[in-house]
């Protein structure tokens, strides 16, 4: 018994011995950069609060991040309402005056001494919500958004973004709830799980070689109110043109 418990101690040292040399040769395996986390390429944020843009990147050795705005060095540490997250690209702008200046294209740079990853191209575009006269529907009827971006040379590219910030996602399309050829959002029925803060439709122009992006905010606020003849749902819209 004393023989064949000091054999299975063996072997146990011998495993963790194993282990241990495997650990060691996972950590001299040097890697490249690789993104691993961004913020879309259509960033729309609430200047009201902390504007973040992501960017994570794993590596061995672990990356050193930088940024380019507009496509030049963007010099984090002198612009005293931008701070980066340690071991992280990600920024956070804390823009309490002149947040317009910040509407801008960013690219994240990982690096370290086996190479460099690049995120996409992200536009940061600010929110601003608007006062505008509500539209009332009834719950179970159908609705239609309009996007009327202005006459261009060619046809647009269309899409939608719903919002409840701090988070803005691409509208999900289904049976109920489609795009048509113009543009403009199509609800069958309206459901009470409906109520986003904000509908966004987004023209994006091909001029030569560039993007024109045309932000046209359609608010979609949602008053439940009831009635004897059953449930009002107000529903906001309003269309504003910037380039």
Not at 204 to 222: A, C, D, Q, S, W
Request: glycine residues 6%; aromatic residues 10%; proline residues 7%.
């Amino acid at each position: 018994d004393r023989r064949s418990g000091k054999g299975r101690d063996l072997l146990s040292a011998e495993h963790e011995v194993e282990e241990a040399t495997k650990d060691q040769k996972r950590l001299k395996v040097r890697q490249p950069p690789t993104i691993i986390k961004q913020s879309m390429k259509e960033h729309i944020v609430d200047p009201k609060g902390t504007m973040v843009i992501e960017c994570e990147a794993k590596g061995n050795p672990h990356p050193i991040f930088s940024w380019r705005r507009n496509g030049k060095y963007f010099n984090v540490a002198r612009d005293s309402q931008v701070s980066m997250r340690r071991r992280s690209g990600t920024l956070d702008i804390y823009a309490r005056n002149n947040p317009e200046k910040y509407e801008a294209e960013y690219q994240c740079i990982a690096s370290n001494q086996y190479g460099s990853a690049y995120s996409h191209k992200i536009i940061l575009q600010l929110y601003s919500k608007e006062i505008v006269e509500p539209v009332v529907v009834s719950a179970g009827l159908p609705l239609v958004l309009s996007c009327d971006p202005p006459p261009g040379p060619l046809k647009p590219e269309t899409y939608w973004m719903s919002s409840s910030f701090p988070t803005m996602q691409p509208v999900r399309q289904d049976r109920r709830v489609s795009m048509g050829v113009n543009g403009d959002l199509y609800f069958s029925n309206v459901l009470f799980n409906d109520s986003v803060a904000d509908y966004c439709c987004n023209a994006r122009f091909p001029y030569k070689n560039h993007t024109i992006t045309v932000r046209v905010k359609g608010e979609f606020f949602r008053n439940i109110e009831y009635f004897m003849f059953g449930l009002i749902i107000i529903i906001q819209t309003n269309n504003i043109f910037s380039l």
